[in-house]
């Protein structure tokens, strides 16, 4: 169910309805857990037991944490990550692992029938493992009490607001909200319903929008000249902004309307100035994920600039491929990676050398051009079939290669100005001065007619948000 | 799921999986448009301020209020630029409106059987041969129910220089049987949200209270998708991304798309029209009752609405059919409707002129010379009849 389409407004409407008639906080999180499965089933209901399939897991393995000794807290641990990986590993990655192995068998002559099954991804599969994974570890290091109450483990897992795309929010944070009973707050409620217009504009006007612009393109890569597919970069640049970011805030805002809070997911992340700077503001929750699951586990910064590279690019390349199993995507990460060390190696070599970079002068906007320039390379990976179709985009964009083919209106200016009002803007926190009677009225009108006019804008059809693919 | 036309997902021509895929890679200037609407809301978006709702009802009422003006400042912008939604209807009203010759005018309302079907050049040159000469104007587009046909026909009238004399009904076991068949499958679609005003729903609305067959959850669930269209339709939904000034002429609006032709042998297509000709059977899902009530009083209104802008002749007609549920289905009408002359396309000696292969695009859709043919006899029953005096 796409968060921009009439059956979910009908669905929000009628669960906020119920949500709030029901006085009992358990009897809501039964609801709200219900209605979840009721959304994810929508879908496709057979994976419904899958998703319950992990749950229980995640449940068991938290009730036995509790019960164990040390020794086997972390055979307890390790036997529930590993089911929980082996069960994306199997629906995520199976056939390509088979393929890869059967093309290296192929290449080295061996003619071999392996058993691909054309495995159907479960929507969301990469999202409730890692939550699951999240509440057995955050357990398991005592950041939170095992739940005694498998209702309560089922809503964290598939609460449906981050159900299939995040954010990812960690059982430390949601699980004491879970817990206690969540009063309703006309303030949280205004809350809900900016964020849920914000994403709203972002996701069905104007990353829409951006989607006529770029898929074209991509589509048939091979009949566009090189100033087309430099204008589908920066579109999909901006496309996947706004989708992603609009998608994690109408999330965020749909979870405040149920007195949620979950933790921001986007803070303008085309101003970064380096690629650590870009994932401490893209996909946070992710990021912060992959860095106190995975990064820190690994070894974090202790150790030798070689070490801490060694983890920045294993961390990273698991990234790209959580995000899909592809080449293309293990690539995006990879180059993100080498972005991260590159970044890592010249804040040391600052620290050595007698050099003082003042990030907030002039260089501020060459490390901001930079860091975009190499975040959109990258985007081109993410978005192309195959890296190969990637790496001849990128050939072409540069004049490497001639590639003569149809033109499209050139609005790569005007989608950088988008971008460059919605980050001065909305990071700035610039707002209209005005004394609180009129500051009053002019707010909750603009919502209403910016909605209005929202609706007017967008296209009927709706493409599915991206992230939903992972 | 619902009763449905004959082949109707193939008549439509728009699948909701598609939309109405309007935007090619030429990028109109319509979506650099679009991009700095967006671009503006959001930078308004962030400009606004933030205040808490000390009053939450008053907060409402200002959100409302707000949605409203938007909503009026919207409704006054569109009619004070002339936009109109793109689609096949409007490309079709755009070339119909405009004429005003002296000869009479002769309308014909259908779906792609007439489309396919008849040719109204030819039509036109029939009945001039006859000294009788008229204006042939066509209003049919692939997969359009009734209620899109009605909205369009107002349009139509509203707009017309001439208005016509004569108009002519198409018969359609499908789309009488199941008027909402297509309107469920195109839902929330640029055609379906275009077309679903307050008359469509209405009408829309009746159908669903009235048909048989229908589980609690169908009705509920068509009952949704047609308030959900209209709430869409009221509120402009889309309406800037798939608009264009009236008087353009509008060549971006991609249909989708014909579906894939059935390819009949000579002898097949031969051994099908024998079979057409010998069914007297409707099809086990339509309704006994030919027409229906609801297509009696949908009718009547139609036909109401014509009188009220001059027009006093009226006839039915049926395009010839593969399918014998369809001729019996057209038998059935004509012997109930008989206020008004009604012609069925099977006679034998039109059908022995159609018995090739090549002169089908599938069961229900003529191609090629069958189309003149078919256009030509209806031409001579029209005269002969005194439809066309």
């Known amino acids: ?470 | 799921m619902f009763r449905y036309a004959d082949n109707a997902e193939l008549q439509g021509k728009e699948h909701p999986e598609w939309g109405s895929g309007r935007t090619g890679p030429g990028l109109p200037m319509s979506t650099l448009a679009c991009l700095l609407l967006g671009a503006a809301m959001a930078g308004l978006y962030h400009l606004l301020p933030r205040t808490r709702p000390g009053r939450p009802f008053r907060a409402l009422l200002l959100a409302l209020g707000g949605f409203i003006v938007a909503q009026v400042g919207l409704s006054a912008t569109i009619a004070g630029l002339g936009l109109v939604p793109k689609g096949p209807f409007y490309d079709l009203l755009q070339q119909l409106t405009d004429y005003d010759g002296e000869r009479p005018v002769v309308l014909l309302i259908g779906s792609s059987f007439s489309e396919a079907g008849i040719d109204p050049v030819v039509l036109a040159e029939a009945l001039a041969s006859s000294g009788r000469a008229a204006a042939v104007q066509r209003l049919a587009v692939g997969g359009a129910p009734h209620l899109e046909r009605l909205h369009y026909l107002k349009e139509y009238l509203a707009r017309a220089n001439r208005k016509p004399r004569l108009v002519l009904f198409e018969i359609a076991g499908g789309y009488d049987s199941g008027p909402l068949y297509q309107v469920h499958q195109m839902r929330f679609s640029d055609r379906m949200v275009a077309m679903m005003d307050g008359s469509s729903a209405w009408w829309a609305l009746c159908w669903l209270s009235d048909a048989d067959g229908l589980s609690l959850f169908q009705r509920f669930t068509l009952g949704s998708e047609i308030l959900g269209q209209l709430a869409l339709h009221i509120s402009h939904i889309g309406f800037l991304w798939n608009s264009t000034p009236a008087r353009e002429t509008v060549t971006t609006y991609d249909s989708g798309g014909s579906p894939p032709p059935a390819r009949f042998s000579d002898d097949d297509t031969a051994e099908l029209l024998e079979q057409a000709a010998a069914t007297r059977d409707l099809k086990p899902d339509w309704p006994p009752d030919v027409p229906t009530p609801w297509m009696s009083a949908f009718l009547a209104e139609e036909i109401a609405i014509l009188q009220r802008h001059g027009v006093e002749r009226f006839a039915f007609y049926s395009v010839p059919s593969l399918q014998g549920a369809n001729v019996a289905y057209a038998h059935r009408f004509c012997a109930a409707i008989t206020k008004f002359a009604c012609i069925i396309g099977e006679d034998p000696d039109l059908l022995a002129e159609l018995r090739h292969g090549a002169d089908w695009y599938d069961f229900d859709h003529l191609q090629g010379a069958a189309r003149e043919v078919f256009t030509r006899w209806l031409g001579d029953r029209l005269v002969e009849t005194g439809v066309w005096p």
């Open chain 1, 1 to 470: 169910m796409n968060f921009v389409s009439f059956e979910f407004a009908v669905f929000l409407a009628v669960v906020y309805v119920l949500h709030w008639s029901c006085l009992h906080a358990g009897t809501r999180t039964l609801l709200l857990t219900i209605a979840s499965y009721v959304f994810y089933a929508v879908w496709n209901w057979r994976f419904c037991f899958l998703m319950l399939f992990v749950t229980a897991n995640a449940f068991a393995a938290g009730q036995m944490l509790a019960r164990t000794t040390r020794p086997w807290r972390t055979a307890v641990l390790a036997a529930s990550i590993g089911i929980d990986l082996a069960t994306l590993g199997f629906f995520k990655y199976y056939d390509f692992f088979l393929s890869n192995v059967a093309a290296a068998l192929a290449d080295l002559g061996v003619a071999a029938s392996l058993p691909v099954m054309r495995i159907i991804l479960p929507v969301g599969i990469s999202f409730y493992t890692f939550h699951a994974i999240s509440y057995v570890v955050d357990v398991y290091r005592g950041k939170v009490e095992p739940e005694p109450s498998l209702v309560k483990i089922a809503f964290y897992i598939s609460f449906f607001p981050q159900l299939i795309a995040g954010p990812i929010v960690r059982a430390s944070f949601i699980m004491p909200q879970i817990r206690h009973l969540r009063p309703f707050s006309p303030a949280q409620q205004a809350i809900g319903v900016r964020l849920l217009l914000r994403g709203f504009i972002y996701k069905a006007v104007i990353a829409d929008t951006l989607a006529q612009i770029a898929d074209p393109v991509f589509a048939h890569v091979d009949q566009y000249d090189a100033h087309a597919l430099l204008t589908a970069t920066i579109a999909f640049y901006g496309q996947i902004y706004f989708d992603f970011a609009g998608y994690s805030s109408m999330a965020i805002g749909t979870a405040r309307l149920f007195g949620y809070r979950f933790p921001p997911n986007f803070n303008y992340p085309y101003r970064a100035a380096s690629v650590t700077e870009f994932w401490r503001r893209w996909h946070m929750s992710l990021s912060f994920w992959l860095r106190d699951y995975l990064y820190i586990p690994l070894g974090g910064n202790r150790g030798g600039t070689l070490f801490v590279c060694r983890n920045l690019m294993i961390t990273m390349l698991l990234g790209g491929l959580w995000h899909g199993a592809a080449w293309n995507y293990v690539v995006w990460g990879a180059l993100h990676g080498v972005g991260l060390c590159a970044n890592k190696l010249w804040r040391e070599t600052g620290r050595r050398l007698p050099l003082r970079f003042d990030v907030r002068g002039g260089w501020d906007i060459a490390a901001v051009i930079l860091t975009q320039l190499w975040v959109m390379l990258a985007w081109v990976f993410f978005r192309c079939d195959s890296a190969a179709q990637a790496t001849e985009v990128v050939a072409v964009v540069l004049g490497l290669r001639p590639h003569p083919g149809a033109g499209v209106l050139p609005v790569e200016g005007y989608i950088l100005a988008i971008i460059g009002i919605d980050h001065t803007l909305g990071s700035d926190r610039l707002r209209l001065s005005l004394s609180p009677r009129w500051a009053g009225a002019l707010a909750w009108s603009g919502v209403g007619a910016l909605f209005a006019l929202a609706l007017a804008a967008m296209p009927v059809v709706q493409k599915p948000f991206i992230y939903f693919q992972f």
